[in-house]
Each structure stands twice: as C-alpha cells, then as structure tokens.
T-cell receptor, first 113, second 113 residues
Framework: QQQVKQSPQSLIVQKGGISIINCAYENTAFDYFPWYQQFPGKGPALLIAIRPDVSEKKEGRFTISFNKSAKQFSLHIMDSQPGDSATYFCAATYTSGTYKYIFGTGTRLKVLA | DAGVIQSPRHEVTEMGQEVTLRCKPISGHNSLFWYRQTMMRGLELLIYFNNNVPIDDSGMPEDRFSAKMPNASFSTLKIQPSEPRDSAVYFC???????????FGPGTRLTVT
C-alpha cells in the first residue's frame, strides 16, 4: 500500500515533442506529490510538486496533472529539449507527522536533438 | 549557501574493509536522509533522522550498516565489513521537516572490490 508505481522505465522523445511520465499510488492519505529531476553524476533536485486540492500545476514547460479518484499523477514536459534529458522520479508522502517520501523507480528520458 | 556536503565523493575499498561516508546537511534543516542508488534497485531510502533522532531505519539492508547523527550538522553512514554488493552511489539529503523539500548532496560513489 506504500508503493508508488512509475512508468515508463525509459522514454525517447524528439526535440519539441511532449514527454509524459505516469505515476500511481495506493495510499489515499498521501497529500504531497513532488517530482525530482536527476542529471548524470548529480543528486536529484525538486522540479515541481502538487497537492491533491488541485488537478493541475504548471511551471514553465513542466506540468503535473493529478487525478485523485484514479490515484494517478503525471508529469508532462512540453516542447522537450535535449537539456531535459535526465532521470525523473515521482514521489508521494503525507505531510503530517514524520512520514518519509515514497519514490517511484525513475524514468530515464532522452530527448533527441 | 553551500548545499548538502558529502565526503568523500569517491571511495574505492577492498572487501572486508570499513567504510565511513560523511554528510553535512544544510544549516537550519532538521531532517536528514541517507539513500542508496543502483541501476538494479533504483533509489532506496536507508534511514532518516528528525532532530538528530533516527525515525526509520527499516531500509538499512543489514547489521553491517549503521548511521549516526551526533549533532544537527553532521551524520555518518558506516559499512563494516564492506562487500562488493555494497557498491553504489550513496546520497545524503536534508530538509526542513521530514515532508519538506529534500535537498540532495552530490553523492558518494562507493566501489568495493
């Protein structure tokens, strides 16, 4: 019940295309859903996050879509660029108490020039 | 702001040796996390602390692994004795509160031969 399932494992997109990464969770108590971006040789860094009181959050070319009833959320990268090539992790937690993040397994994105 | 500092950045050791990884969290952050990343298992949470107290060490793979946080500005992860299967990148992350945004360090790449 604590898992976050992420797909696909890897993704190849042409420059200018849309990259879509999906995550599904089971624990309905989760109330915070961040996405982390990791470049080779670096630690993951927060990219964008959403809470379940909204269905969508957009920051520049990055958008999170959230479907509370389906217990799913996804990251959309519009106008994908070669510089977006990285590994993306979704995560979930609940913000009361001292509960940890549950990370997805990661998606390796490659954007072709 | 120096960010999360980890040392060493690279460690090569022989099987059976003791290995100590070090982490200095961001000043003011009261939660600290140790993760291990491998191609096979992805990003795994090993242990985390809140206000210097270990909250959950269920991710520590074996008794060979131990972690301490003697004060708010320093933590260690020790492996004794080390084994080749411990080879991985070990990340330390810190946050303000357990569910706050986690800031990852650059990681320590451990190779056990």
């Amino acid at each position: 019940q604590q898992q976050v399932k992420q797909s696909p494992q890897s993704l190849i997109v042409q420059k200018g295309g849309i990259s879509i990464i999906n995550c599904a969770y089971e624990n309905t108590a989760f109330d915070y859903f961040p996405w982390y971006q990791q470049f080779p040789g670096k630690g993951p860094a927060l990219l964008i996050a959403i809470r379940p009181d909204v269905s969508e959050k957009k920051e520049g070319r990055f958008t999170i879509s959230f479907n509370k009833s389906a217990k799913q959320f996804s990251l959309h990268i519009m106008d994908s660029q070669p510089g977006d090539s990285a590994t993306y992790f979704c995560a979930a937690t609940y913000t009361s108490g001292t509960y940890k993040y549950i990370f997805g397994t990661g998606t390796r994105l490659k954007v072709l020039a | 702001d120096a960010g999360v500092i980890q040392s060493p950045r690279h460690e090569v050791t022989e099987m059976g040796q003791e290995v100590t990884l070090r982490c200095k969290p961001i000043s003011g952050h009261n939660s600290l996390f140790w993760y291990r990343q491998t191609m096979m298992r992805g990003l795994e949470l090993l242990i985390y602390f809140n206000n210097n107290v270990p909250i959950d060490d269920s991710g520590m793979p074996e008794d060979r692994f131990s972690a301490k946080m003697p004060n708010a500005s320093f933590s260690t992860l020790k492996i004794q004795p080390s084994e080749p299967r411990d080879s991985a990148v070990y990340f330390c992350a810190s946050s303000l509160g357990v569910s706050g945004e986690q800031y990852f360090g650059p990681g320590t790449r451990l190779t056990v031969t």
